[in-house]
């Protein structure tokens, strides 16, 4: 079973960084897209930033030019590089991890997905 373990949240004053890390207890060389999600309160989950087994990355509009992605292989570890944060920010930050393949003579697609248990980020004066 595939655990991801999220740390690095707390509490920063709005202009300030954090770097959030996630680690794998598997190779996360062998997923997909490892990913950042954010869920604020009362709102529903939402991607921040991804990154694919060709290290390609994708971000939301709303954190483009602040926040940075990026993973260790050899150390099964994604981590979230935010500076300049804001009070929009604050929510509790959740690792992805996501793994497709083929089965079967027919090559049915298997997507599995993983979350670790979130580690709250709040931006505050």
């Known amino acids: 079973q595939v655990q991801l373990v999220e740390s690095g949240g707390g509490l920063v004053q709005p202009g300030g960084s954090l770097r959030l890390s996630c680690a794998a207890n598997?190779?996360?060389?062998?997923?997909?897209?490892m990913a950042w999600y954010l869920q604020r309160p009362g709102q529903q989950r939402e991607l921040v930033a991804r990154i694919g087994s060709s290290r390609s990355t994708n971000y939301a509009d709303s954190v483009k030019g602040r926040f940075t992605i990026s993973k260790d292989n050899a150390k099964n570890t994604v981590y979230l590089q935010m500076h300049s944060l804001k009070s929009e920010d604050t929510g509790v930050y959740y690792c992805?991890?996501?793994?497709?393949?083929?089965?079967?003579?027919?090559?049915?697609?298997?997507?599995?997905?993983?979350w670790g248990q979130g580690t709250q980020v709040t931006v505050s004066s």
């Open positions: 992805n991890a996501v793994r497709t393949y083929l089965v079967g003579e027919e090559g049915r697609l298997v997507k599995n997905d993983y």
């Open positions: 598997t190779s996360i060389a062998r997923m997909n897209v």
